[in-house]
């Protein structure tokens, strides 16, 4: 019997999602663990991998067509099988309305008859906190309860104890004990200023899925989290020797070192030197983190990625490198994983190639900090009396005050300036 394939949750604050391209057509057959799709999220373009072997009897969704969550995109039997025809189901229908977790890629049909089923998706996302941008899911219950108690749970979307930030009956109880709906209150969004109306002549277009994102993200992130900001100079002359003697020997491989990689070296070694400013403010707790993982900012075409150097602080300057590369080219191509950009504990933000002196850049939660780079330039400088010309790069720490103080952030960015400003310590 033909069974529907349906719109898989791909992230955590996935509603929708574009089929970027079908790599199959009506009447291929697949086998497990082929990739049938890629599949534009609000985060990044993912590949949609079958659970098992089958025949694409018909396509639903086309190329660049959007679906919500659970609705089909496909029919998908035995080979010679005619496609029964799809399921009528709103869309709304399909939308998660239980207190399942995100691994929930197979919903039941509205259709008795028929089952629909997910292809294989990457590992869940909700691993590391994150509630930026995320939708407001209520339990039943929990909703009566606060609607009875008076408690606008709005400014909470994202932040409940049940699976994916989802607010339970116990979230409600909670604020009812620490003082009702004058806690929800205070955390609840102002009103939206009215929005401002294009000119006549303005080209109107809508964002994608991960420019929605990144909008949603950051302006949640710089409304949330209390930025400070921690600025230094730092002396990158003999990195910079190292580097090309480092090139030079790696030029038979093949391989190339970046600035960018001493830099993230330098920071994963500074973050587990400083565990009072490697930690995450989550729901009013610290979480410590034991390893640095480093998000790498990629400003792709029209977007930006952050793909995650996971566990950067146990690798060489060379591993860095080779991962730090890989993931950039599979960025650019949409070819990342789920997991590929999760998990971050720390990112660094590099605008030296588009030759930007300075920037502040804005926290990705529930990182703590963020460094921003600017380009490396011979500058004059005054060493011991004499005035020689060094190469000098200006960086900005971005931190979230809640999970360090100005200290913390001083100390991290005084250990990387001393890394980089002594690179041999990077090769230990």
Known sequence: MSEELV?????????????????????????????????????????????????????????????????????????????????????????????????????????????????????AAAANGSTAGAALRVSPIARRMADDAGIDLSGLAGRGSGPEGRIVKADVERLIGDGGGRRAAAVAPAPAA??????????????????KAVAARMAHSKQTVPHFYVESEIDMTRAMQLRAELNEGLAAAGEKISVNDLIVRACAQALIEHPQAHRSYIDGRHAYHAHAAIGIAVALEDGLIVPVIPEADTKSVREISREARDLAVRAREGKLKQREIEGGTFTVSNMGMFDVANFQAIINPPESAILAVGATGPRPVVTDGEIGVRQIMRVTLSCDHRACSGADGAKLLRTVKRLLQSPSLLLV
């Open 194 to 211: 009215a929005s401002p109306t294009p000119a006549a002549d303005d080209e109107i277009r809508e964002l994608t899925p991960m420019l």
């Open 7 to 123: 719109m898989p949750r791909l992230s955590d604050t996935m509603e929708q999602g574009t089929i970027g391209r079908w790599l199959v057509k009506e009447g291929d057959s697949y086998r497990e663990g082929d990739v049938l799709a890629e599949i534009e999220t609000d985060k990044a373009t993912m590949e949609f991998q079958a659970y098992d072997a089958g025949t694409v009897l018909r396509i639903l969704v086309a190329d660049g067509e959007s679906a919500a969550l659970g609705a089909p995109i496909a029919v998908v039997g035995d080979a010679g099988e005619q496609a029964d025809a799809p399921a009528e189901a709103p869309p709304d229908e399909a939308q998660p309305t239980d207190d399942r977790g995100p691994g929930d890629a197979e919903r039941p049909s509205q259709a008795p008859a028929r089952t629909r089923k997910a292809a294989r998706r990457p590992a």
